[in-house]
């Protein structure tokens, strides 16, 4: 069976998970909606989803310096501070600063990307499948998968996690939530790296990153 947009949209109304786990859930049963409330109970991602609406004020800011050229400050939030000192949590925090640090990611969720700017990657998303000659009733989803691409690279949740390329960051986090039994939050992020927005020589230091912390 094939997994909408609309399916997807669909269940996580159900269950509040996120859609990346709605999708998975829809394609390991097979579309049935039933089973896949299910199955992201039995991940206890649906309770997560539960928890997310509990107020996360509490938590840490993690500071990540790599080699003196990349440099990150990310907040993390929990319900108590107790959880905050959590081994698990903790570390949580430190791989999401390197995941910054070697992704450069520009958002945390798909809600904070700007409508003027999916518009205008839809728009020329629109017209690279124009230009490949496909008929127009392909477009619409050939557009809507290269978006997934398009979100897999700009908001952090939707990002593969860079230690274990085969799970989302927004997968990990809930696996936190329901390890812990409480909401936790990436709140917000900076990133700097060593001459950006200046003409300067091609060296990829995001890369050097990501390859000595795998």
């Known amino acids: 069976m094939a997994i909408t947009a609309a399916l997807i949209k669909e269940l996580r109304e159900k269950t509040g998970a ?47 310096i790599h080699g003196g050229r990349i440099g990150v400050l990310v907040e993390v939030n929990s319900e108590t501070d107790f959880v905050a000192k959590n081994e698990d949590f903790k570390a949580f925090v430190k791989d999401v600063a390197m995941q910054i640090a070697a992704v450069a990611p ?71 939530i329901a390890k812990i039994g409480e909401n936790i939050k990436i709140r917000r992020f900076v990133r700097y790296e060593v001459g950006e927005g200046l003409e300067k020589r091609e060296e990829d230091f995001a890369a050097e990153v990501a390859a000595q912390i795998k």
């Open 106 to 176: 520009k958002y945390v969720t798909r809600d904070e990307v700007p409508e003027e700017e999916l518009q205008h990657e839809r728009e020329v998303l629109t017209e690279q499948a124009r230009g490949e000659n496909k008929p127009e009733h392909i477009i619409e989803k050939m557009v809507e998968g290269r978006l997934e691409k398009f979100y897999e690279e700009i908001v952090l949740l939707d990002q593969n996690f860079i230690k274990d390329p085969d799970k989302k960051v927004g997968e990990l986090l809930n696996d936190l």
């Open 18 to 64: 996120g859609m990346m786990d709605c999708k998975k859930a829809l394609q390991e049963t097979d579309g049935n909606m039933d089973k896949a409330i299910d199955f992201l109970r039995e991940k206890g991602l649906a309770s997560a989803a539960k928890k997310s609406s509990r107020i996360a004020s509490e938590g840490i800011v993690e500071a990540y």
